[in-house]
């Protein structure tokens, strides 16, 4: 929500100054992205070091700095989804309410709430592009792949069923691409969504000018 409110809380400010030459498009969005960014790195890791440790995650540094490194990914493309929408709407209210409608959208299609295979052919472009999916599904393989985990114990025998960390991956189909394949799609969801804003924004900046003569 707060990347949404960015650039409607300061439109007319940015439109007055752009009218007066101050400055380009590129750089005041240019500004926004620079610095928009250490923030949606210093909060995945303060949040991501504490979170990891405190729900018991795997205990060990290469499972540890992968989530982090995704986590970061994760923050690092909604934002450029965020600042994107608030590039392309009029007001705070317009943004606050197609934002959360976008969220919603990308979460329900990331193949946890419903599996690939369930989801209508014509809707599974939105699994594709669903940043929540390319990083739910990394953090999941981080976690899930090759352990196996004790379901219950009968404490009769002492014979206890496992469930295989694998075979909930496969379930959710979510063994078909490697981790790395998922970091290369969420940079690109984040460059993709990057440019739009600025299109979106340069549009705004060109329909005012059109409109003030």
Request: proline letters at 4%; one cysteine or more.
């Amino acid at each position: 929500d707060s990347a949404i409110h960015v650039v409607p809380q300061y439109r007319a400010l940015f439109l007055r100054e752009r009218g007066s030459g101050m400055y380009s498009v590129f750089s005041y969005y240019a500004s926004l992205v620079v610095s928009d960014t250490p923030m949606q790195i210093v909060m995945p890791v303060v949040s991501g070091a504490i979170l990891y440790w405190m729900v018991n995650l795997r205990p060990d540094a290469t499972s540890f700095f992968l989530f982090l490194g995704f986590y970061i990914l994760a923050f690092q493309a909604g934002s450029a989804i965020g600042i994107c929408i608030s590039c392309g709407v009029s007001n705070i209210a317009v943004g606050l309410t197609v934002g959360p409608m976008v969220s919603v959208v990308f979460t329900l299609f990331c193949g946890y709430f419903a599996n690939t295979d369930s989801i209508p052919v014509f809707l599974r472009w939105i699994t594709s592009t669903s940043f929540v999916r390319w990083s739910l599904q990394p953090l999941l393989i981080n976690e899930l792949s090759s352990v196996d985990f004790t379901v219950a114990c009968n404490p009769t025998t002492g014979q206890c069923s496992t469930l295989s960390g694998d075979a909930v991956l496969r379930q959710l189909r979510f063994d078909g691409t490697p981790m790395w394949q998922c970091a290369v799609i969420l940079v690109g969801i984040y460059a993709i969504f990057r440019v739009l804003g600025y299109i979106l924004l340069w549009n705004q900046d060109r329909m005012a000018a059109k409109s003030s003569k």
